[in-house]
């Protein structure tokens, strides 16, 4: 009875350590030097530095993009998923594959790509143009090009749980009168929705941060269309470290504190998905 209850599964000590030690070298001690560099600053200097007009307007335009990008993934994403899950068609296997290319494409290539493509004299920018909608160098620039880095993070999340759904339940579902509308809020949204959120959230943070595809869509005009990364880039080619660290150190509590809430939000969407 004085001995301890050993696991059921050996190695939980070593297996603890290296954990602790691969989030302690990669996540904890970088932040806190993070941390440790804007502490230099007194209260009113870090005050002046991240509240000053050009770094709220950078937050305002990294968060209002990064959320409407994320949106965008969340509905679009969910369609291409269903797409891809639903239906075969010929090329099924090269549109699959086409989801995963802004992984593996670099960021400022895929930058230069859509500048290519939404610029004036661009395929897609010379008829958007031609009725007085720009997207180069505007925030809606901005907005294509985190929409683009962030597709792949909803579908991947979704597509395996609509792989798990049946079709069986949405055929019975039609046998009982519903229509496909009913069909898809009452039955499969309820099922998708923390997929979704995931989905979602894995999107606005990669869009959050994601600085090489922006800058060459975006102008990087103060005021107009500078992200809060760039700003961060900026404050360092000047050797101003403790201001670069300080708007780092907003944008991550901006950061953590968004996706806890999303995060509170798909356990509970969850939890009712399944006692429902």
């Known amino acids: 009875m004085g001995l301890r209850r050993r696991s059921i599964l050996p190695g939980f000590g070593l297996s603890m ?6 989030l302690s070298l990669l996540v904890l001690i970088p932040l806190s030097a993070l941390i440790l560099k804007t502490a230099s600053l007194s209260w009113e200097e870090f005050w002046v530095t991240v509240t000053a007009p050009r770094v709220m307007a950078a937050y305002r335009l990294s968060l209002g993009t990064a959320a409407a990008g994320a949106l965008l993934n969340a509905v679009f994403g969910l369609l291409v998923a269903w797409v891809l899950v639903r239906y075969r068609f010929v090329g099924h296997a090269i549109v699959d594959g086409l989801v995963d290319l802004p992984f593996a494409l670099p960021t400022a290539v895929g930058g230069l790509a859509l500048t290519a493509a939404y610029a004036g004299n661009g395929w897609i920018g010379r008829l958007l143009e031609a009725h007085g909608i720009q997207v180069v160098f505007t925030p809606l620039g901005i907005v294509v090009a985190l929409t683009f880095i962030g597709l792949p993070f909803v579908v991947r999340t979704v597509q395996p749980v609509l792989q798990e759904l049946s079709s069986e339940v949405e055929e019975a579902a039609a ?10 809020t009452r039955v499969l949204l309820p099922s998708l929705m923390p997929a979704v959120l995931t989905g979602f959230t894995l999107a606005f943070a990669r869009a959050l941060g994601e600085y090489g595809s922006v800058i060459f869509i975006a102008g990087n005009m103060p005021m107009k269309t500078e992200i809060a990364p760039l700003l961060i880039m900026t404050k360092l080619e000047q050797f101003d470290y403790a201001g670069a660290t300080a708007i780092a ?8 504190a968004l996706i ?11 939890g009712r998905g399944s006692h429902g």
């Open 260 to 270: 806890l809430a999303i995060n509170l939000v798909q356990g509970r969407t969850a």
């Open 175 to 184: 046998t009982l009168g519903a229509s496909r509308w009913q069909i898809f």
């Open 17 to 22: 350590g290296f954990t602790m030690l691969y």
């Open 249 to 256: 150190v907003v944008m991550l509590l901006l950061s953590f």
